[in-house]
């Protein structure tokens, strides 16, 4: 069976792309942030993931309010990225990894959970950068299975229902009869809010609790409404949900425990909280 | 409580649901558009037929000629879509950030920072 190695949660911000794209991570203003990430570049080397999925929303750049899924799972061979309009460079492609794709596809609609399908899959910078604050160098080494979750229009899907997706991704990897190493990635949050005369919101306190809570209380977000959690961290802060569903997928199997690798907060990156975390699981 | 009671307000806060989802659609639809270069350059030929083209209402379009954020969102913009909107001006989260909260750029930089502190 395959091997689930492990989760990780980063913020994404368009900003980060156009920083790395012009080579600025040592100035000022954005090295407290890749500061954090060589620790955990670190130990995906030594790791070596064969496989990531992505948990992560998209902003407008594959979905459009025409058609906009609750939970929407890659099963593409490729995944393009594209121009998103707000001027940051343009990704090489990525490989998919279509028999996992199916696998994750097929146990998650045996546990009930009504997905969409697509084969065909714009990626936007949610997912794609990531992988470049991972693997910064040279060439993506992994495949990977985008799982796309609604955080655009409103009702979003409860926190324990993205918790209960999360647990069945990481069931459907687990079950997966592959040699292959798999990690989770969310990528989204932590607070912030980009409109409204509350612009600006950030929440340290709660993120830091938040970020915390996945180490020992896997499930503490889920008591939280929606609603509470955009008071909590702001209307774009509720991307946290990637990063409960991605704890949740660990928490599977007889050693549901994970251990913190490393973490990393800074404010602010853009109008963004950027938070970054590594769970080995065990 | 059920979904169809109103939920408490958060201050300075529209979460994007429904009805706004409703009211906005022709707007995010054009932002939406500018993912394309084309249709970016297009929008800036014309800006009148490229809003006829979408059929915005009148309140749209007043609101994109001011390019004031929150009559956007008030006409039902997202701001996921109003941000590829924002960029063809190439206004950053900052810009938008103090145009709305009504402060000078450096002021709103200053509050994110203290943030954090």
Redesign the interface.
Known sequence: MATLIGGLGTSHVPAIGGAIHKGLQQEAYWKPFFDGYPPVQRWLAEKKPDVVVILYNDHGLNFFLDKMPTFAVGAAEVYNNADEGWGIPTLPPFKGNVDLSWHIINHLVDKEFDITTCQEMLVDHACTMPLKLFWPEGACPVTMVPICINTVQFPLPKPERVYALGRAVGEAIASWDSDQKVAVIASGGLSHQLEGERAGFLNKEFDLQFMESLVSNPEWATQFSNHELVEKTGSQGIELLMWLAMRASLAVGSTPGVRKVHSHYHIPISNTAAGLIALEKF | MT?SQP??Q?????????EL?RRG?AL??M??S????NN?AEFLRDEEAYMDKYGLTEPQAAAIRAKN??QL?DAGG???????F???F?L???D??AQ??GMSKEQ??A???A??Q
């Open positions: 979904a939920l408490p958060i201050p300075g806060t529209y979460p994007f649901d429904g989802a659609y995010n639809k932002c939406f500018f993912n394309s270069a970016r954020v929150l969102l997202n701001a996921y879509y109003l941000a590829k924002a960029g063809i190439g950053d989260m900052q938008i950030g709305q909260t709103f930089k509050m994110l920072v943030a954090g």
